[in-house]
């Protein structure tokens, strides 16, 4: 189906399966009670958070995962997409479809130049140019460009490039008679438009932006899986392996890791996109280095290099950034009430400083963690245990069909 | 003229913590080869060290006096730092009032403690691994020990201000002749920035005339011969790593009084001074220091508002800037040796 | 006139003069061989030769076109494929991937942007790739992980890379360094089969004179930078120079 092998389109179904299910399976517990309350996820925020972050991590995979060059810049396209969806919708119109293919052509051109210079060097000095050039545009965007008082206003510095009525909007300037902001849409389908499913006690919501974004996600991933199966996606994984062989086996490095630059460039500004058509607002904050740490963080933790694990390291740091910033002290008390007073006292003294405010310093643990114990990620981390269940279970040890890039 | 001995001096207090930063970095990439993305909480670390001490040096007994009342009507209370009941009133409010000095003696084991822990714990199972790995786990380390921080010492920034005597200005200029006010110059960066010479003078000394130092640049040269020479290269290696951590950490104590601590600042600086180490050659000491004076001094000018005019935000991209035609023309750095990671 | 000329090649490395004035011509069609004592420049001359390096003065041409300032990719796309001294292979593809990826490079070019093709699918591809895993008789090797072949096995595999390509000049530097005696025949037999069997120039850099005088036609013996003699193994077997050279190296220099 598709074009892919059997394993590959089982992956496909599943992940497609899951994104369109996402409202249910993100919800199980019912509205109102204290595990909803903590743990559902199914509001359309944070879905969308989930895809969004997914298309970037994709992105980000196609390039660190197959060549292995770690870029510490890619916030920057991020930025770069978000600023250009805002401009399209300030000067165009309200429809999502423009503003998400500027995007993807501006952090294309983006991508284009700075891979082309970044990749004049290899290894941590590949590594500090994409820094550098990530920081030059942040400081950029937050100083000379972003200074309303200037001639070169183009992202409105602190305050964040945001929508206003006297904006030209050619396409449908006519729509925002009625003295409101006009809301992102595709054609007709307002981004936020929400479509509310009561059963029982369970509360379900559809929102139009979530789907939007998950098609874009799911037709994201079925590229990466065409370009990881692909000679292509073997060529980069080869500049990887061995890059002297390479050049000796007649073969020009340096395009092949520029398209994979550009690429995952593109697909940062695709994620920039979105996140600006899901609330028109963009702000330099979202291009600073830390936040290209994050993307790296996302990438680690959920499997480098291999197919599934973008999502799922997308998925596992929105989710739990979600649920630790949750947590307060009230909580573990009435988690552990079941422990003497001291005990829990002492407990929750302890975990107070791991959740709510504290949730960076899990999650910069865990990344640790990852990295120490298990360099393949969480993917690796499922694989090892289904392995040890296998092998319980059959006892033979003979999966020889063992194919890597699960 | 006096324009720009100012901005010479204001390049040399900003140029001071890169040079002391990026020479830590430079020590801990020549000897052990690794990338550690976490020097800049170090950095941090040596500023909180500061903050520190002067909160223990400012606690106090809580005493009544009856005889007064707050504007509450309840008795006043009256706190007495307990420094002062030991020392006696005037020592003890010199002695806090010369807390950053002071922590720099309170620092220095710390720093060092931090830093072979840190090199002993985690750094040392990551030698082997490819940097792209020492990256990402220094990265989380430095995300793990700015969040421990942010936990004890909130995310505001904690003025700690310097000693009385050095709160004021130098007029700089009526010395050289200029108008009354026209290089003004704080004393305390004046201080700074002959700490840092100091520091830095230190540690070529200790590397240029000890057997220690001889066999540690012995080992930045050739770390496999050494080796093979039986000398036990990795626990002078484990010394060099608390050292640097020292370095970086000493530089924050006494950057604190410039600047108040906040628990991102060690992520602010490492970036530049990642980009001063590239600049200067990586493994290159002198062309640590060098660089970090030099891009210091670039900034300091890029800010002057006739450039400004001419290339509208030059002040913030000039460091960066230099570093990409730096690599881009000359990968080995200002000074760095033939050789070293030039590819 | 050889298919490789090499005219008054010279390379200096700071004060060392590491090439003096090299001649060489390398006829098509046979098994020419680079000998000299450690230090004589032979790595610098094949460094020369693949586009590593940029000699100083002197030219390289080979069928009749210059080498110089190309890039190593560019000369392999000419015609010349190089063997290492340790077998450089992709050591995290599987054996049928590092033989794709010749095949690849000689149909596509030295860049093609083909992201979209199931590399499966290319028919003509995997069966040129497997019809050579079959004649390096590794056909059944051809899902393993290349890292974990025995080192016999990557030099089989290596070699079976460059010949995918079906160079007109085959490059070995050094292939038996570091091999057992057994793995040493091995090659040895692989190399004289290749060379019976193709149209292929054989180039090969070597210490060991075992290797040297059960293959090659001709023989270059290079010494501080400056090749010595030219001829027929024979003729330098009893060499008086080549003795000097050696200083009694020549026996035993396993």
């Known amino acids: 189906m598709l074009k892919l092998n059997k394993r590959d389109t089982m992956l496909f179904v599943i992940v497609t399966a899951m994104v369109f299910l996402a409202p249910f399976l993100l919800n199980p517990f019912p509205q109102g009670s204290s595990m909803a309350q903590m743990f559902n996820a199914g509001y359309p925020d944070l879905m969308q958070r989930f895809v969004i972050f997914g298309i970037l991590v994709i992105g980000f995979n196609i390039l660190f995962g197959l060549t292995g060059y770690l870029s510490f810049g890619h916030a920057a396209f991020l930025g770069i997409g978000s600023y250009s969806a805002v401009w399209m919708f300030k000067l165009l119109s309200m429809n999502i479809i423009p503003a998400l293919i500027l995007s993807m052509i501006v952090a294309g051109i983006f991508s284009l130049v700075i891979g082309y210079v970044s990749l004049r060097r290899s290894g941590i000095y590949f590594s500090i140019l994409t820094l550098a050039f990530a920081q030059m545009s942040y400081n950029l965007a937050y100083s000379v460009l972003g200074n309303p008082s200037s001639n070169y206003n183009l992202t409105n510095g602190e305050t964040g490039l945001q929508l206003a009525l006297n904006d030209p909007r050619v396409l449908d300037g006519a729509a925002a008679a009625n003295g409101a902001l006009p809301v992102t849409k595709l054609f007709g389908l307002a981004m936020r438009d929400s479509y509310n499913l009561n059963v029982g006690g369970w509360l379900f919501t559809f929102n139009v932006g979530y789907y939007v974004a998950g098609i874009l996600m799911l037709i994201s991933f079925y590229i990466s899986i065409r370009i990881f199966r692909s000679p292509f996606g073997m060529m980069l994984r080869a500049v990887k392996s061995n890059q002297q062989r390479m050049n000796y086996t007649g073969l020009n490095t340096k395009p092949y890791t520029l398209a994979a630059f550009v690429i995952s460039g593109m697909y940062a500004g695709l994620a920039g996109g979105l996140l600006s058509s899901m609330d028109p607002l963009a702000g330099a904050e979202r291009m600073h280095w830390t936040a290209s740490g994050e993307i790296v963080i996302m990438a680690i933790l959920g499997g480098v290099g291999t197919l599934i694990g973008p999502i799922v390291g997308a998925g596992f740091n929105e989710y739990f950034k979600n649920i630790l910033s949750k947590i307060n002290d009230g909580v573990l008390h009435q988690w552990l009430s079941f422990l003497p007073d001291g005990l829990e006292n002492f407990i929750v003294g302890i975990l107070h400083y791991f959740v709510g405010k504290g949730w960076h310093l899990t999650l910069g643990l865990l990344f640790m963690m990852v990295i120490i114990f298990l360099p393949g990620g969480l993917v690796e981390g499922g694989q090892r245990l289904a392995k040890m269940f296998k092998r319980k279970k059959t006892d033979d040890g003979s999966d020889s069909n063992n194919t890597p890039a699960e | ?343 | 006139m050889g298919i490789l000329e090499v005219k008054n090649v010279g390379k200096r490395f700071g004060g060392l003069q590491a090439l003096g004035d090299v001649n060489l011509s390398v006829a098509e069609n046979s098994v020419h061989a680079i000998i000299g004592p450690n230090g004589a420049g032979k790595s610098t001359l094949l460094n020369c030769l693949v586009g590593k390096l940029i000699p100083d003065t002197g030219s390289v041409m080979f069928d009749g076109q210059s080498v110089l300032g190309r890039k190593p990719f560019e000369i392999n796309q000419m015609g010349i494929s190089r063997v290492f001294q340790t077998p450089e292979i992709f050591g995290d593809l599987s054996v049928l991937e590092n033989m794709l990826i010749p095949c690849f490079a000689k149909r596509d070019g030295a860049f093609h942007l083909s992201a979209f093709k199931n590399m499966l699918d290319d028919k003509e591809i995997i069966d040129r790739a497997q019809h050579m895993l079959e004649e390096m008789k590794m056909a059944d090797k051809h899902g393993m992980n290349a890292a974990s072949l025995s080192r016999g096995d990557k030099r089989r595999l290596e070699i079976g890379m460059c010949l995918s390509q079906e160079p007109r000049l085959l490059l070995l530097d050094e292939p038996t360094a570091g091999m057992a005696r057994a793995d040493t025949n091995n090659t040895i037999d692989l190399l004289k089969q290749i060379s019976d069997e193709r149209d292929i120039t054989i180039a090969i850099i070597e210490h060991d004179m075992h290797v040297v005088f059960s293959l090659a036609e001709r023989i270059t013996v290079l010494a501080q930078g400056t090749p010595l003699v030219e001829d027929t193994p024979d003729n330098i077997k009893g060499h008086p120079k080549v003795r000097e050279a050696y200083l009694g190296e020549t026996q035993d220099a396993a």
């Open chain 2, 1 to 343: 003229m006096d324009q720009i001995l100012l901005q010479i001096l204001n390049g040399l207090d900003k140029g001071s913590a890169y040079a002391l930063i990026a020479l830590g970095l430079t020590l801990i990439f020549g000897t052990l080869g690794v990338v550690n993305f976490a020097h800049g909480a170090l950095f941090m670390i040596g500023a909180f060290c500061a903050v520190t001490l002067q909160r223990i040096l400012n606690i106090s007994t809580v005493t009544t006096d009856p005889t007064k009342t707050d504007f509450l009507g309840n008795p006043a209370t009256i706190k007495t730092p307990v420094v002062e009941t030991w020392f006696g009133p005037e020592m003890g409010a010199s002695i806090i009032d010369w807390s950053v000095p002071l922590a720099i003696l309170f620092a220095i084991p710390i720093m060092a403690a931090v830093g072979f822990i840190m090199e002993r714990g985690l750094i040392k199972h990551f030698y082997k691994r490819p940097h792209a790995d020492q990256i990402l786990v220094t990265f989380g380390l430095a995300i793990v020990l700015q969040e421990v921080i942010k936990a004890f010492y909130g995310a505001n920034p904690i003025p700690t201000p310097a000693p009385e005597a050095f709160r004021g200005s130098f007029d700089f200029g009526t010395y050289l002749g200029y108008e009354a006010n026209a290089i003004i110059y704080p004393y305390w960066r004046m201080v700074y920035f002959a700490f840092s010479a100091v520091i830095i003078a230190a540690v070529f000394a200790f590397l240029q005339f000890t057997t220690f130092g001889m066999v540690v640049r012995a080992g930045m040269a050739d770390r496999e011969t050494v080796g093979l020479l039986g000398i036990n290269i990795d626990k002078r290696f484990t010394i060099m790593f608390a050292i640097a951590a020292c370095v970086a950490g000493l530089a924050g104590v006494m950057y604190a009084p410039i600047n108040s601590p906040n628990y991102h600042m060690g992520m602010d600086f490492l970036v530049l001074s990642f980009v001063v180490v590239v600049v200067g050659g990586m493994g290159s000491l002198p062309g640590a220091v060098l660089a970090g004076f030099m891009l210091g001094i670039l900034e300091a000018f890029a800010s002057m508002n006739q450039v400004k005019a001419i290339f509208p935000g030059i002040d913030q991209i000039i460091i960066y800037l230099v570093a990409i035609i730096i690599i881009l023309t000359r990968p080995r750095g200002l000074m760095g040796r033939r050789g070293v990671m030039e590819e």
